[in-house]
């Protein structure tokens, strides 16, 4: 890996590590509530097996797992568009985009989720992503879930983090995971790495 991206991802990991283990009292709205590593290499691993290209993320915050995504994609031409509703958070994105020498390949959509989702959907995405990460409000997963789908190419995967913890969320995964399995158009499971990865793979269009 670029020595530049490893040394963000690095700083990123201190910082969420100290704001897991609460040794640093922040705002909830600052908090960067970034995936594990363990997360961020399985994205990176998918994304190279893949060899894919376009990536669509949900829920930013500071960039963490954009810049694992990114760091996979970046020799294919590749773009990730990422989507955040909080300006500070933007902000510090921006910067850890510009240290990893990756801005040319990130595109930050500043908005609603739904919002950006809807007016994507109604333009030139149809069955575009090669993988569709979800990060952002858990009650919404069902409704991305079904904005996405049809922007996600056969054979492309969505994943969607927090599945298993914070446990506070499970019975809103419980619900999303029963969901998408009743979906013919996928093959869905729970991975416990990480915070409880559901990797969903759209087998028909
Ligand atoms: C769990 S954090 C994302 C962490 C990030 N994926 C990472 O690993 O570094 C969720 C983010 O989604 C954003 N978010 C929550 N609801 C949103 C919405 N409706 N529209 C856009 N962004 C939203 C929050 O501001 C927050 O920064």
């Known amino acids: 890996m670029d020595s530049e991206i490893k040394k963000v991802l690095d700083k990123l990991e201190k910082q969420s590590a100290l704001e897991k283990t609460k040794q640093l009292e922040?705002?909830?709205?600052?908090?960067?509530?970034?995936?594990?590593?363990?997360?961020?290499?399985?994205?990176?691993?998918l994304l190279?097996?893949?060899?894919a290209q376009n990536v669509l993320e949900i829920g930013m915050s500071t960039g963490y797992s954009t810049i694992w995504m990114a760091e996979a994609i970046r020799k294919n031409?590749?773009?990730?568009?990422?989507?955040?509703?909080?300006?500070?958070?933007i902000l510090?994105?921006?910067?850890?985009?510009?240290?990893?020498?990756?801005?040319?390949?990130?595109?930050?959509?500043?908005?609603?989720?739904?919002?950006?989702?809807?007016?994507?959907?109604?333009?030139?995405?149809?069955n575009y992503f090669d993988l569709v990460f979800m990060d952002a409000d858990k009650?919404?997963?069902?409704?991305?879930?079904d904005l996405v789908l049809p922007m996600v190419k056969?054979?492309?995967?969505?994943v969607t983090d927090n599945m298993l913890f914070?446990?506070?969320?499970?019975?809103?995964?419980?619900?999303f995971h029963?969901?998408?399995?009743?979906?013919?158009?996928v093959v869905s499971i729970t991975v416990p790495i990480g915070n409880g990865e559901e990797l969903t793979i759209k087998t028909e269009e």
Not at 77 to 86: C, L, P, Q
Not at 154 to 158: A, E, R, V, Y
């Open 92 to 126: 510090r994105a921006k910067e850890n985009f510009v240290s990893a020498g990756l801005t040319d390949i990130i595109e930050i959509k500043h908005g609603i989720a739904k919002e950006i989702l809807t007016e994507m959907s109604n333009k030139e995405f149809g």
């Open 139 to 145: 009650e919404e997963c069902i409704n991305y879930f």
């Open 154 to 158: 056969k054979n492309g995967l969505i």
């Open 178 to 185: 029963e969901y998408v399995e009743k979906n013919h158009k």
């Open 26 to 45: 922040i705002p909830s709205e600052d908090r960067m509530l970034a995936i594990t590593t363990d997360t961020g290499k399985l994205l990176n691993m």
């Open 77 to 89: 031409n590749g773009k990730v568009i990422t989507v955040e509703k909080n300006s500070k958070k």
């Open 48 to 51: 190279r097996m893949a060899g």
């Open 166 to 175: 914070p446990e506070k969320y499970r019975p809103e995964m419980q619900k």
